[in-house]
């Protein structure tokens, strides 16, 4: 019963809100026989029903986070962290400011990684909003807080995005004397990452965290996937954002 109430419950709140409402007013044109209105409504309307649905979502997801898999053995000299969003001003345990969730998951990562080869973490990631947090400010303060020692520590606070985090750590690596980096981001990130590490002259070795789709939903199969969900848009925004950074990236490198 309750994934029933769970499925009805899609329909009350946005995105599905507006997918019940779209496809009744189409329905009421339909009626009123304002059949081209109704026709290119109903489209619209399917179109944003079939972004907002994990059945199409997590697919989509996959396709990104399966092109790089983990390591067996990590193989560099430097563990480098693209940042993801950050808050500015909201309590944390030792501070103010905290990392967004995929920074974070990231970050966690790092540390488990450092302290399994101790190898310094070099953080990437500047203020990009106004109202954002500094993220590599953060990340040294909450690496320090998970017991990382400071000279382990390398912060490059510049950066605004991916083409940025590659060029400033880029830099940052040479003068520290470091070549072999570990790249750390999320999975459905990886492929843009390296291709803009790539161009700003690094080899790396990626290392893929904070999985968005579980490996195992391929198969699995209930009525939530055919609810509506501001996550499952949300994915779509992002993985299309992803596969339109990556042909920006491969034009700017045919230039």
Known sequence: MIYVIKFIYSFVLPPGIFVLLLTLLALWMLWKKQRGFAALLLTVTLLLYLSSIPLISDPLMRTLESKYSPPAQVQGDCLVVLGGGATQGTPDVDGEGNL???AANRLITAVRLH???GL???FSGGQVFADSGNEAYIARRQLIGLGVAEQNII?????????????????LLKEHGLSRPVLITSAFHMPRAVAEFRRAGLTVQPYPTDYHAS???AAAWYAG?????????ETVGGVLKEYIGSLAVAFKGNK
């Open 100 to 102: 967004g969730g995929s």
């Open 115 to 117: 302290r399994q080869t």
């Open 120 to 122: 310094p973490v070099l």
């Open 155 to 171: 912060a490059e606070n510049r950066s605004l995005n991916t083409a940025q985090n590659a060029e400033y750590t880029a830099a």
């Open 215 to 217: 490996a195992v939903s």
């Open 225 to 233: 996937k055919l609810a509506p969900s501001p996550g499952a848009i």
